[in-house]
């Protein structure tokens, strides 16, 4: 079954540029997906529309933009259930834009670096890599937040990061906590001087938009708040 859609598209040509909304009509077939519609109006409609994708497949989230107000992956949302009210496509915001759809990373993951995301061995010999027990608490800690693809979602939902540019952002935090919580790793001291201040941990205000955002089902807000009590106890260690 073929039905058409119309499709809103904030539309501009750089992050100074203004910006207006250009519409698209264009046919939805079954199980097509909201990036199956832009490479349609992109190949049929205009060859100027600019946005980013990569996999397809959900995988690697360079697809992610705002869809009728919410940020998703384009690539596994689909575009059926908004024939009736139409599609608004906007870019993630928190972001420069590029052009169009497509925005400039380059501010997620610099916050990203800042936090030391990499795992540092406490012991960097063959024995110091001891496997962690998947029953183990620190695993069931890890679990629950390791599936991060560092998408960016929660970075342009994230109420925080829109009002203060160098708050570090959900994903950065995220990956602290579990970094932190790996018994193997010897930066967690170093990591929580680090983001021990409103631009990191103490910024968040815990307002869940990130996980309503993020399309792996993580909640950052929980991560956040056991980073914080990670924090409380790393002070209290200098006193007692």
């Known amino acids: 079954m073929t039905d058409t859609l119309s499709v809103k598209v904030l539309r501009s040509t750089g992050p100074d540029a203004p910006a207006t909304f250009q519409t698209f009509v264009v046919p939805c077939a079954s199980r097509m997906s909201v990036l199956d519609v832009l490479t349609h109006i992109q190949s049929d409609h205009d060859s100027t529309l600019g946005f980013r994708y990569s996999c397809r497949a959900g995988m690697c989230g360079t697809c992610?933009?705002?869809?009728?107000?919410?940020?998703?992956?384009?690539?596994?949302?689909?575009?059926?259930?908004?024939?009736?009210?139409?599609?608004?496509?906007?870019?993630?915001?928190?972001?420069p834009v590029i052009r169009d759809l497509a925005v400039d990373m380059t501010p997620?993951?610099?916050?990203?670096?800042?936090?030391?995301?990499?795992?540092?061995?406490?012991?960097?010999t063959r024995e110091g890599f001891a496997r962690i027990r998947p029953d183990s608490k620190e695993r069931r800690e890890i679990n629950p937040h390791i599936e991060c693809i560092t998408c960016g979602n929660c970075f342009g939902s994230c109420s925080l990061v829109g009002a203060n540019p160098d708050y570090l952002g959900?994903?950065?935090?995220?990956?602290?906590?579990?970094?932190?919580?790996?018994s193997r790793d010897g930066a967690t001291a170093e990591r929580l001087n680090r983001l021990n201040s409103h631009d990191g941990v103490w910024g968040c205000h815990t307002q869940f938009n990130c996980t309503d955002a993020c399309p792996m089902g993580i909640s950052p807000t929980r991560a956040i708040q056991k980073l914080k009590r990670q924090q409380v106890r790393h002070a209290l260690r200098r006193f007692f």
């Open 170 to 182: 959900p994903a950065a935090l995220n990956r602290a906590f579990t970094a932190n919580c790996d």
């Open 64 to 95: 992610s933009m705002r869809v009728n107000g919410k940020n998703r992956w384009t690539c596994r949302t689909p575009a059926e259930p908004f024939r009736k009210q139409g599609l608004t496509l906007e870019p993630l915001p928190n972001y």
């Open 108 to 124: 997620f993951f610099e916050n990203y670096r800042k936090m030391l995301p990499q795992f540092v061995p406490q012991n960097p």
